[in-house]
Nanobody, 124 residues
């Protein structure tokens, strides 16, 4: 069983930046593919980005390409999601998820472990 914890969300003005973190207290993320999902109010959870255990990354949301970077620090057992030039549409809960094996997948049902989420609100 892998326990995931996200933090780093908050209220930010449009155009601002946030860095979200995903940690696994008592566990190790080294051999997992880790993804970030976004759930806007009233909408389904959608895959945002994923990083393989090898460090290879994928961004799933076209509107966020060029504005976000996913990275991992295995020494700190943490995966990060740096989000820049934030827009009101980026508002919502952000979840990190871990998938057994090394490959990234886009959809939530393909992930085995989830954090509780962290809220991001982009507003003036």
């Amino acid at each position: 069983q892998l326990h995931l914890v996200e933090f780093g969300g908050g209220l930010v003005h449009p155009g601002g930046s946030l860095r979200l973190s995903c940690a696994a207290p008592g566990g190790s993320l080294t051999h997992y593919a880790i993804a970030w999902f976004h759930q806007a109010p009233g909408k389904e959870r959608e895959g945002v980005s994923c990083i393989r255990s090898s460090g290879e990354t994928t961004i799933y949301v076209e509107s966020m390409k060029g504005r976000l970077t996913i990275s991992r620090d295995n020494a700190k057992n943490t995966v990060y999601l740096q989000m820049n030039s934030l827009k009101p549409d980026d508002t919502g809960a952000y979840y990190c998820a871990a998938r057994l094996g090394s490959s990234c997948r886009e959809f939530s049902y393909e992930y085995d472990y989830w954090g509780q989420g962290t809220q991001v609100t982009v507003a003036s």
